[in-house]
């Protein structure tokens, strides 16, 4: 009945799909950037994805975000784009019968990250959480503030990007502008992120962070060796993350991240998964280690552990 | 004021450059990762102090004293220092030597550089240091695949007194909302 009415109008369908189309059309130019908008901004807007770039294409970009970083900022700047080492997958660990909660390591990690400043964007929180509960995110408090730390009957837990193998916000994302690196790193493309937080309501950590505004940075603060995949200044309405530090950790030598040299107890390790010597696959074999919402087989790469 | 610098000496001897300078940043071959003193990758991270008029070795006063090897609280001297490790079951020269006061003491009467002090605690604390050895307890700095620095046991505790110190935490997050710019 329905197909007899529709094939006998043919001529009003193909008019309608006709002024849609139009229509779409029409839409979409006046989503392009106004014709006077510098030419920086044009082919940023046609830039395709980090993992589809040419070599060519990819010094282009680089030299473009180097360009509009300097002209921001008033300093010069270097963003890498350096590939993952062979053989490398990072892994973490963390103490927690060492760490006192003391937060350097929140503050090192916004000074070699060029995290905004306002609104405040923290990659790493620490939770506080009772001793007699455990580890009951139920009873933890992050805003704590006390004269001095560790505090009487509290143990305190970082939390940031878990680095998970198998990730819930890279399966979220509908535009893959988020995905697991050959090293084990969830990379995101600020260029490509449409900013639909999809990847933040998935992921079960926490570890994801929305610029709202634009980014306020200092720029006598600003860490000018940046990663395209890292710590270059994100602009607004993209999601943003740990990386464990991309752009000191993927070279040869490769520094440790900040977190891990900012902890004045030690609490923070780093190192790679697949070197058995390593100091990742030792505490691995000699500490009893546990993953974060393990339940979730999110499979992180980011392991606790409570020394003796 | 002396009674100070001698103790200060004495904590950052534990933390001397054992490879001395001239160290290769090269990244590590494999296997060499694990904690090895005459590898490249063993460096501590705080030099040694130049000694000056305040800072000298424990030696110039002690090379003149007969040692006293009486189990007593010290009276006269050091008394800037607080002996709170192991609940009175220490003294001094359980872990200083007594015929040479350059350098430390294992229990087999062995004499010890300070450069080496970790020999020293771990006689006790053998599973810290295993961990440590093998990168799990202590603090390391630099590269994670090149040239790295360890801190000697006495880089964080002080030996005398080693529990860690409470801290001040830096700024907790701002609450959202914003209120306050």
Known sequence: ?308 | MRRRTILILLMTLGTADAAGSGVSSLAPAAGESRFDQSSPLYRSAIAPPDLSEDIFPCSNCHAEIKPDLRRRELRDEHGAIALRHAAGQLWCLDCHHAENRDTLRLATGESLPFTESYRLCGQCHGEKLRDWQSGIHGRRTGHWNGDKQYLLCTGCHNPHDPQFKPLTPMPPPERPGRAVH
């Open chain 1, 1 to 308: 009945m329905a197909d007899k009415r529709r094939s006998s109008r043919p001529g009003v369908n193909l008019a309608r799909r006709k002024a849609l189309k139009s229509l779409a059309t029409g839409i979409g130019v006046m989503a392009l950037p106004a014709p006077q908008v510098s030419a920086s901004v044009w082919a940023a807007f046609f830039q395709k994805h980090f993992r589809e770039l040419s070599r060519d294409d990819l010094e282009r970009v680089l030299a473009r975000l180097e360009k509009t970083c300097q002209e921001e900022y008033g300093r010069s700047v270097t963003v890498k784009a350096t590939p993952p080492l062979d053989g490398v997958r990072f892994g973490y660990g963390l103490d927690l019968s060492r760490c006192i909660g003391c937060r350097r390591c929140v503050h090192a990690c916004v000074a070699e990250n060029n995290q905004s400043r306002h609104p405040q964007i923290h990659w790493i929180r620490v939770v506080r959480l009772q001793k007699d509960k455990g580890i009951d995110f139920d009873h933890a408090e992050h805003y704590y503030d006390p004269p001095q730390v560790p505090e009487e009957g509290h143990f305190y837990l970082p939390v940031q990007c878990q680095q998970c193998d198998r990730p819930a916000c890279t399966r979220a994302c509908p535009v893959q502008a988020t995905w697991v690196e050959p090293d084990g790193i969830v990379a995101i493309d600020y260029n490509w992120c449409i900013g639909c937080r999809y990847c933040m309501a998935a992921c079960p950590y926490g570890g994801r962070h929305f610029n709202w505004e634009k980014a306020v940075i200092p720029a006598g603060e600003l860490n000018p060796d940046m990663h395209y995949l890292g710590n270059r200044p994100r602009p607004v309405g993209v999601v943003e993350k740990c990386t464990f530090c991309i752009q000191r950790t993927r070279e040869q030598p490769g520094r440790y991240p900040a977190c891990v040299e900012a902890c004045p107890v030690g609490a923070r390790k780093f190192g790679n998964l697949l070197d058995p010597k390593g100091e990742i696959r030792q505490l691995l074999e000699h500490q009893r280690v546990f993953v974060l919402k393990q339940e979730l087989n999110t499979q992180p790469k980011f392991f606790y552990f409570f020394a003796t």
